[in-house]
T-cell receptor
Framework: GDSVTQMEGPVTLSEEAFLTINCTYT??????LFWYVQYPGEGLQLLLK?????DKGSNKGFEATYRKETTSFHLEKGSVQVSDSAVYFC????????????FGQGTILTVHP | GAGVSQSPSNKVTEKGKDVELRCDPI?????LYWYRQSLGQGLEFLIY????????KSGLPSDRFSAERTGGSVSTLTIQRTQQEDSAVYLC??????????FGEGSRLTVL
């Protein structure tokens, strides 16, 4: 079956540091890939997505590129802020089941001033 | 409403009792999803509604779990004879057909 594996956290960074959160997936065919973010006390929010190989999703300074050859969708940000502290989830969905998501375990990110 | 609304936000119950969790989706969203977020299992899909029909119930963990949706709007997730392993945060999400999912803040269930 489908699965998503994220790097284990927690990840602790200083403000303005570079962020990478690794995500790899196992799925047949061509799933759509997502990053969701959960800020403290809030619901899950879509951060970015990519629907086909080599697509780059971007939002709020975050980027991730759909790499079919390595089955990866790593999240990156060049300079993190304290306000980026949250839990980040990588996820995939297939075809017409767009909203039926398979999630990774989540990575807690804490950014210190 | 402005967003997906879930109630109650917190529920503490005794083992063996039944609980109902409610989801009020964004107005006009035809698709509605229930997920469960627990420490041991992470985020898991439970059930999907399109309108009032549930074409995918594959994530419901046992026959103690059921859900319905009425009027193409509000949905209720019912857990009968709750067990301690049912303790989790139950998330609801809605979307237009093929559109982005919008999640509620969840209902935290604690079974003593």
């Amino acid at each position: 079956g489908d699965s998503v594996t994220q790097m284990e956290g927690p990840v602790t960074l200083s403000e303005e540091a570079f962020l990478t959160i690794n995500c790899t997936y196992t799925a047949t065919g061509y799933p759509s890939l997502f990053w969701y973010v959960q800020y403290p006390g809030e619901g899950l929010q879509l951060l970015l997505k990519a629907t086909k190989a080599d697509d780059k999703g971007s939002n709020k300074g975050f980027e991730a590129t759909y790499r079919k050859e390595t089955t990866s969708f790593h999240l990156e940000k060049g300079s993190v802020q304290v306000s980026d502290s949250a839990v980040y989830f990588c996820a995939l969905s297939r075809g017409t089941s767009y909203g039926k998501l398979t999630f990774g375990q989540g990575t807690i990110l804490t950014v210190h001033p | 409403g402005a967003g997906v609304s879930q109630s109650p936000s917190n529920k503490v119950t005794e083992k063996g009792k039944d609980v109902e969790l409610r989801c009020d989706p964004i107005s006009g969203h035809t698709a509605l999803y229930w997920y469960r977020q627990s420490l041991g299992q992470g985020l898991e899909f439970l059930i999907y509604f399109q309108g009032n029909s549930a074409p995918d119930k594959s994530g419901l963990p046992s026959d103690r779990f059921s859900a319905e949706r009425t009027g193409g709007s509000v949905s209720t997730l019912t857990i009968q004879r709750t067990q301690q392993e049912d303790s989790a945060v139950y998330l609801c999400a809605s979307s237009s057909f093929g559109g982005e999912l919008f999640f509620g803040e969840g209902s935290r269930l604690t079974v003593l």
